[in-house]
């Protein structure tokens, strides 16, 4: 069955520093789709990242890189240059068999002035 | 071009009443998603149309949820009669297609209370 894990409830980060949030997944199917969403306080979702599983590079979008390591099945954000903006929960989402998704718990994170 | 929209962003409601949600796709996306987010837990899939068909409606709690989608545009999801256990964040997402490569969309979510 389909797992997603982060492990990581809550994290700080100073402000302009980088911050890492893991994410570990489970799958037997070959073609699936990882994707990382923020959840501001104000509620919605809002799309961040998206890494394939037969992508051979590591997905980059602005401040917001995907350490993607296939062999350990792991998908870890990257936030660099963290803003107080930032502040928000993060979801790690696997996308597989077409439309089936999962989420993970989430993680908060806290960005310090 | 416009993101997902829900309506109404928040409601509270008593035990035994009826709430419809209402979900705006991206325009010219065929497949619609709901998904719940019970406080403190994950968020979980509920169901997927393709168009005005129901592709996937194995997430749905119980019988007292009802998803429809007329004409292959918007969705409502009608909880009736609603539970305490109902109370949750209820997310509508939105793709073009259905390989795992496509991106769901998400709206801003609806915030039912039940009381």
């Known amino acids: 069955a389909q797992k997603i894990t982060q492990t990581q409830p809550g994290m700080f980060v100073q402000e302009k520093e980088a911050v890492t949030l893991d994410c570990t997944y489970d799958t037997s199917d070959q073609s699936y789709g990882l994707f990382w969403y923020k959840q501001p306080s104000s509620g919605e979702m809002i799309f961040l990242i998206y890494?394939?599983?037969?992508?051979?590079q590591n997905a980059t979008e602005g401040r917001y890189s995907l350490n993607f390591q296939k062999a350990r099945k792991s998908a870890n954000l990257v936030i660099s240059a963290s803003q107080l903006g930032d502040s928000a929960m993060y979801f790690c989402?696997?996308?597989?068999?077409?439309?089936?998704?999962?989420f993970g718990a989430g993680t908060r994170l806290f960005v310090k002035a | 071009e416009a993101g997902v929209t829900q309506f109404p962003s928040h409601s509270v409601i008593e035990k035994g009443q009826t709430v419809t949600l209402r979900c705006d796709p991206i325009s010219g996306h065929d497949n619609l998603y709901w998904y719940r987010r019970v406080m403190g837990k994950e968020i979980k899939f509920l169901l997927h149309f393709v168009k005005e068909s129901k592709q996937d409606e194995s997430g749905m709690p119980n019988n007292r949820f009802l998803a429809e989608r007329t004409g292959g545009t918007y969705s409502t999801l009608k909880v009736q009669p609603a539970e305490l256990e109902d109370s949750g964040v209820y997310f509508c997402?939105?793709?073009?297609?259905?390989?795992?490569?496509?991106?769901?969309?998400f709206g801003p979510g609806t915030r039912l209370t039940v009381l």
């Open positions: 890494q394939g599983s037969y992508d051979e």
């Open positions: 989402a696997l996308r597989w068999g077409g439309f089936k998704t999962i």
């Open positions: 997402a939105s793709s073009r297609g259905i390989k795992s490569t496509d991106t769901q969309y």
